[in-house]
């Protein structure tokens, strides 16, 4: 089935399309009187720690243990401790372990901290579920700056690392010598995070110690980090990897739909609400369209994408008055990706974040309908494209179905 412009009335497609191109000119109607219905206050920047999705796999969970079983597990602030060692043909003169009696330990990231602490706006996202599982406000200490405590290393290709796991399965990941040691200007480096959201770093978000990886999705992010190994091997040892995923895949920009009502009435404006990351490539600006329900099945390569009328969300905007977007002691000038002078973000939404978008439909006339959203990013692609394979980052787009009743 083509379906151009003409048959599009005829079926009634042309109703919505009409609808949601009133959105566009809202604010011209809205001169006329009183808006009615003004911007919603935006989703907070930041989710509650204990909010967050949690998909870590360690058994049993540290966060069911006791505080002597954590002790002994050294989870708690107090015991906690990592060891950096070598391997194969890596040279580290002064390898740091709990058998040399030379851990690092909590108090030895503090001390770092105090040189130099790093804080990343970043939002979670599983390589495998849409909708990323929380963002938080992350602070630490560079990898690389930890690495340094173990001299001068030498013929080092990639780090290795992981975490408690009790009787659970290995689950590790890796990151490589050049991701560590150097980044590109404007881009987060990976870093131990001992901090979220200006609190010590809860157990069940991955504390007292966790690697984030700015850029990465959730398997880079290893969660109760207490081993690191710098090696001379070049492989890729993710256990993700083994799971068909692109194990050096970068957060895709992507767009992610809010549930809507399952019925709507025909006078009401239907807010559409949403959240979108902005991955790699950047973010241009999000959209969504509307069509009727009942075509068929919207396969890929289904002519109806051709004509598709897309109409353009609304991104939530910065803060204005970042002091209540962030946890008390954290100012915006020391948050990465902030201009120092002025305190506010020299782009946005910031890399590997995540932000909320909305858009009000109005005028649908009765009818059952399906709704889409999707990202376009600075390179002008639209979602999921350039590359929509799903095993370097979950990028479908989402589809919500609603129906539009009469009173
Ligand atoms: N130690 C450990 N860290 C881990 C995992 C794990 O199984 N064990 N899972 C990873 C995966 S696949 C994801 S998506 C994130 C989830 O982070 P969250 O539980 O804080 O939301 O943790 C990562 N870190
Ligand atoms: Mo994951």
């Known amino acids: ?40 206050p935006a989703r907070p920047l930041l989710t509650n720690a204990k909010d967050f999705r ?8 540290p966060s069911t243990l006791s505080e002597a079983q954590l002790a002994e597990a050294k989870l708690t602030p107090e015991t906690w401790q990592l060891d950096i060692a070598g391997e194969a043909k890596a040279i580290v003169p002064e390898a740091r372990t709990a058998a040399a009696g030379t851990p690092i330990t909590l108090d030895t990231l503090h001390e770092l901290a105090k040189k130099k602490t ?18 938080g406000l992350w ?49 987060p480096p990976p870093f131990l995070a001992f901090r979220l959201n200006g609190e010590p770093l809860p ?16 398997f880079k992010n290893i969660k109760w980090l207490q081993n690191i190994v710098l090696t001379s091997d070049y492989q890729i040892n ?40 902005c991955g790699l490539s950047g973010l241009e600006r999000v959209e969504c369209w ?22 353009s969300a609304t991104l939530d905007a910065a803060p204005t008055n970042w002091a209540n977007s962030l946890p008390e002691d954290v100012r915006a000038a020391d948050v990465f990706g902030f201009d120092p002078q002025n305190g506010k973000p020299k782009s946005w939404p910031l890399s590997y974040s995540v932000v909320g978008w909305s858009l009000t439909a109005k005028n649908l006339a009765p009818g059952k309908y399906e709704l889409r ?26 589809v919500r179905r609603f129906e539009v009743v009469a009173e």
């Open 1 to 40: 089935m083509t379906l151009n412009r003409r048959t599009a009335l005829k079926t009634g497609v042309g109703v919505a399309i009409g609808a949601l191109s009133a959105v566009k000119t809202r604010s011209v109607s809205a001169q006329a009187g009183p808006n009615p219905d003004p911007p919603a």
């Open 54 to 61: 949690d998909v870590s796999r360690a058994k049993p969970h």
């Open 118 to 135: 790093v804080r990343v706006l970043k939002g979670m996202q599983c390589l495998n579920i849409s909708q990323p599982l929380g963002q």
């Open 139 to 187: 602070e630490g200490v560079l990898l690389r700056d930890v690495l340094a405590l173990t001299g001068k290393f030498a013929d080092i290709r990639r780090i290795y690392y992981w975490g408690h796991r009790g009787t659970g399965p290995m689950f590790r990941s890796s990151l490589s010598y050049t991701q560590v040691m150097e980044s590109p200007p404007g881009e």
């Open 203 to 218: 157990l069940q978000r991955g504390g007292p110690v966790r690697m984030v990886v700015p850029w990465a999705y959730g």
């Open 238 to 277: 993710d256990t993700y990897a083994e799971q068909n995923n692109d194990p050096e895949s970068r957060m895709k920009t992507a767009a992610y739909l809010d549930n809507v009502p399952e019925k709507v009435k025909a006078e009401q404006p239907l807010r559409i609400t949403g959240n979108v990351m």
């Open 290 to 311: 509307i069509r009727p329900a009942g075509m068929g099945n919207l396969r890929d390569d289904d002519p109806a994408w051709q004509s598709a009328e897309w109409t």
């Open 373 to 398: 959203a999707r990202s376009v990013d600075l390179n002008g692609f639209a979602q999921p494209e350039p590359r929509p394979y799903q095993k370097s980052g979950r990028n479908v787009l989402d």
